[in-house]
């Protein structure tokens, strides 16, 4: 098995196994269903490929990684015990007003993400009376503003990210703007596709045929 590498973008094969290869296409019978023709993968299929993974790579950037934080869900916990909520009757009408409530006052927060984010976060009424005590329990400590503690489930834990130092020595714990998932995205399928261009440029080129014995 050679490697050929003067011309990778033709063929990593050496010609003695070129040459093996295409005798064993030609010798294979293949049932007479399959002509093994060695032809090259059409231009607008390759282009077609392309297009989707960059498509689902644009398309996902802005949810990669991204978890909630109890300072989406700051706003539920300051109104949830209103006269205002407690006059309505179901979980479900006293969610649509504290969403409707969170989103108007996440126009004027000082991370504009914060809209999105209500939008890709929703919560239920049980869920938020299970982080309203936590909530509630950090807002006392000053160590940690809210968004630097993540939602986990049913539980409200320290991020685990480590951002720049504050002044007062305490690493911030947020996600870099740049940390939303994709680097081990783009590293796996950037592995897939050297794998796959390797692979390919390991058999004949397409311009070489196989020579198929009559049946």
């Given amino acids: 098995m050679g490697w050929k590498m003067d011309n990778p973008l033709y063929s990593l094969s050496d010609e003695q196994e070129q040459q093996d290869i295409l005798k064993?296409?030609?010798?294979?019978?293949?049932?007479?269903?399959?002509?093994?023709g060695n032809n090259r993968l059409p231009f607008p299929l390759t282009f077609?490929?392309?297009?989707?993974?960059?498509?689902?790579?644009?398309?996902?950037?802005?949810?990669?990684?991204?978890r909630p934080t109890a300072e989406l869900?700051?706003?539920?916990?300051?109104?949830?015990?209103?006269?205002?909520?407690?006059?309505?009757a179901t979980?479900?009408?006293?969610?649509?007003?504290?969403?409707?409530?969170?989103?108007?006052?996440?126009a004027s927060h000082p991370d504009s993400r914060n809209k999105g984010q209500l939008e890709r976060h929703p919560i239920y009424w049980d869920d938020l009376l299970n982080l309203a005590p936590q909530i509630i329990e950090?807002?006392?400590?000053?160590?940690?503003?809210?968004?630097?503690?993540t939602v986990v489930g049913d539980k409200?834990?320290?991020?685990?990210?480590?951002?720049?130092?504050?002044?007062?020595?305490v690493r911030e714990r947020l996600q870099p703007w740049w940390d939303k998932g994709f680097t081990i995205d783009v590293f796996y399928v950037g592995y897939y596709c050297l794998w796959m261009v390797i692979m390919i440029k390991r058999l004949p080129h397409f311009s070489k045929k196989p020579q198929v014995p009559a049946y």
Avoid: C
Avoid at 55 to 66: C, E, K, Y
Avoid at 91 to 106: G, I
């Fill in 48 to 66: 077609l490929i392309a297009l989707i993974i960059l498509t689902a790579f644009l398309i996902t950037m802005p949810i990669w990684g991204q």
């Fill in 24 to 36: 064993k296409w030609g010798e294979e019978r293949m049932g007479g269903l399959i002509h093994p």
């Fill in 91 to 106: 979980p479900e009408e006293k969610m649509k007003y504290l969403d409707a409530e969170a989103m108007k006052r996440s």
């Fill in 138 to 149: 950090l807002q006392k400590q000053t160590k940690y503003p809210l968004d630097n503690f």
């Fill in 156 to 169: 409200i834990v320290l991020a685990n990210f480590e951002g720049n130092i504050r002044p007062d020595g």
């Fill in 73 to 88: 869900y700051k706003v539920h916990v300051e109104l949830m015990n209103t006269p205002e909520v407690e006059r309505l």
